[in-house]
């Protein structure tokens, strides 16, 4: 009896413990969100203080010869661009999800899926090259501008593609998740399938594509690198198709390597006020989740009693319904066939210079191949994970396995894991160069790459990982609880394992934001490119980087397609192994409720006996 009491007490204190540990691993979201705030505010005070905050917001003019620091131009630019992108970006991702969900063929559905996570995980850096290399020509020689393409048009037309695949995701999720007795009312009603669809079905999904479109907004406004290389970074404001001007993030990497302190300070409070955009943003995301029920309408008639009268005030003759489907079919082969020609474009652009001495040989000053690329993002990536991957799994654990609907530090971490989801790279980018840069005098270097990394893709771990533990049974902690197994046994011994489906889907999405991630770690690991690194302390460039390298001197563009095509190969292999693990994951959840059900009946004979 004793024994039995000191191995219950021991256990007690385990949990206990563990209890602990994951609350703190939980706290470090809302202290990472504090510290990036909070260091990015003691940066800009500076500038701020200097030049004056009416000014610098409505300023117009930024000279660091004459100490002028205004943003009014930049902020016109971006709000300019983000409207327009969103306007363009937005409706073709919701004609996309509509018909990927309700008119799309069972045989393409997959494929088509695949198309549209393909098209999210391509890197910003070659939706640059690409706009810069193929759209602008493609423009100027049907314009005839008297540029060279720079402007409103082409950032709007690169920079919609970019966040289409965001739109059309949640608004699929959104779609699918309106109650099937909609549909079905609306067809007993005397309604068409295209009116149900349009009329009914889309405005029940509202609220879910109204929070599709503010973090499309977000994702339009963070945007660096691919607009930076199109924008044209001129002087004025963004009011003709072809007019050069400036953004929020353009402006930061346009003067970032050659400004003095007092310049790097304006700059940073550039991307501060970007920062209190995005916490706007998020803000009003968060207020629409609080009333996501997008149904609530025609619930409210349904208990009412009225679902006949709510439903027929959507009836209508049909005709601009069939029009937005035949509209919904021509968009989405256009959406097809843009990522089509996207991909095989940069992969043709960059076969010649292909070879076994481009991607593994010996780099120096006169030839540079992308041995030392490998070899850095390689480093990137195991450091980033070594940091973030318990982090997240704890905090997930934390969330699932702990916390009470009802608690407020829960509700707290979830808020904050959204904020770090939705910041901008070049803003952990600028707190990286800001903390660990200088803060911490690592430097340019590896190390403070790998932990600004760490940051970014905490939000990614922590989502998938919470998701896969949701969808462990109940009954299998039950069964442990039964065995005598402590609550932190059952979740390393059980849980953790029948969650390992998301946590490996966990590990390749966030080796994927690390591919494509560029503006971050120009800030934080540099750009130098010609030598393998030795340690976490050199300075190095990742493939992304590599691109914007090649591309910046003009005079490597072949060097850049082929690094963006290995870089897009190796996007395209960790999406089908993303779908791979998905795939062997729903098999399993399937298996085990086919085989629960068995047993069941099996139970149910045997009491019949």
Request: charged share 10%; aromatic share 10%.
């Amino acid at each position: 009896m004793a024994m039995f009491e000191r191995k219950k007490t021991a256990a007690i204190t385990r949990d206990s413990v563990a209890h602990s540990a994951f609350i703190a691993l939980s706290s470090y979201s809302a202290l990472a969100v504090l510290a990036i705030v909070g260091y990015l505010l003691y940066a800009s005070a500076p500038a701020f203080h200097s030049v004056g905050v009416i000014n610098f917001l409505f300023g117009s003019q930024w000279s660091a010869k004459t100490q002028t620091f205004g943003i009014a131009r930049m902020i016109t630019g971006t709000a300019v661009l983000t409207v327009s992108s969103v306007a363009l970006g937005g409706t073709l991702a919701v004609f996309t999800a509509v018909w990927l969900v309700f008119y799309c063929p069972k045989q393409l559905k997959k494929i088509y899926t695949q198309v549209v996570n393909l098209l999210a995980g391509i890197p910003s850096i070659v939706y640059g090259l690409f706009g810069y290399k193929f759209l602008m020509p493609l423009l100027v020689s049907i314009f005839h501008p008297n540029n060279a393409g720079f402007g409103l048009l082409a950032s709007t037309l690169i920079l919609s593609v970019m966040i289409l695949p965001t739109i059309a995701s949640i608004t699929k999720n959104s779609l699918e998740a309106v109650p099937v007795h909609y549909y079905e009312g609306a067809l007993a009603l005397g309604c068409s399938k295209n009116q149900a669809v349009w009329n009914v079905l889309l405005p029940a999904a509202k609220n879910g594509i109204i929070s599709a479109v503010v973090l499309g907004t977000g994702r339009a406004i963070g945007e660096t690198m691919a607009v930076q290389m199109i924008v044209g970074n001129g002087t004025g404001y963004p009011f003709g198709a072809f007019l050069p001007f400036t953004t929020l993030t353009s402006n930061i990497v346009q003067n970032w390597g050659y400004a003095a302190p007092s310049e790097q300070s304006a700059l940073i409070a550039d991307g501060f006020v970007l920062l209190v955009f995005i916490l706007i943003l998020n803000i009003c995301l968060s207020a629409l989740k609080k009333n996501r029920d997008g149904n609530r309408f025609f619930s409210r008639r349904l208990k009412e009693g009225n679902r006949c009268d709510a439903l027929k005030n959507y009836r209508r003759t049909g005709s601009v319904q069939d029009i937005l489907w035949i509209l919904s079919w021509v968009i989405a082969a256009v959406v097809a066939f843009v990522l089509s020609f996207i991909v095989i474009f940069v992969l043709i652009k960059g076969m010649p210079l292909l070879s076994l001495d481009f991607l593994f040989g010996k780099s120096g000053n006169a030839h540079t191949t992308l041995s030392p690329a490998f070899i850095a993002t390689g480093m990137l990536i195991f450091l980033a994970l070594a940091i973030a991957l318990p982090l997240g799994i704890g905090t997930a654990i934390y969330l699932n396995e702990y916390a009470k609907k009802e608690s407020s530090f829960a509700k707290s971490v979830r808020v904050c894991i959204d904020t770090l989801a939705g910041v901008p790279s070049i803003i952990f980018g600028l707190f990286g160069m800001v903390f660990f840069v200088r803060g911490l005098d690592m430097g340019y270097s590896i190390a403070s790459g790998g932990m600004t990394l760490a940051l970014i893709i905490l939000p990614t771990i922590i989502r998938s990982v919470e998701q896969s533990l949701s969808e462990v049974p109940d009954s299998m902690r039950e069964a442990s609880y039964a065995l005598g197994a402590g609550k932190v046994r059952t979740i390393f011994s059980v849980v953790l394992p029948e969650a390992g489906a998301g946590i490996a889907t966990s590990i390749i999405l966030s080796i994927g934001r690390i591919m494509n991630e560029s503006a971050a770690l120009i800030f934080t690991v540099g750009s130098a490119a010609t030598f393998i690194p030795q340690s976490y302390g050199d300075s190095a460039a990742s493939f992304a980087v590599l691109i914007w390298k090649f591309m910046s001197n003009g005079l490597q563009v072949s060097e850049a397609y082929t690094t963006a095509g290995v870089l897009l190969v190796i996007v395209i292999f960790l999406n089908l192994l993303v779908s791979y693990v998905e795939h062997m994951k729903s098999h399993k959840i399937k298996s085990y409720k086919v085989k629960t059900k068995n047993t069941k009946n099996n139970i149910q004979c045997a009491c019949c006996f």
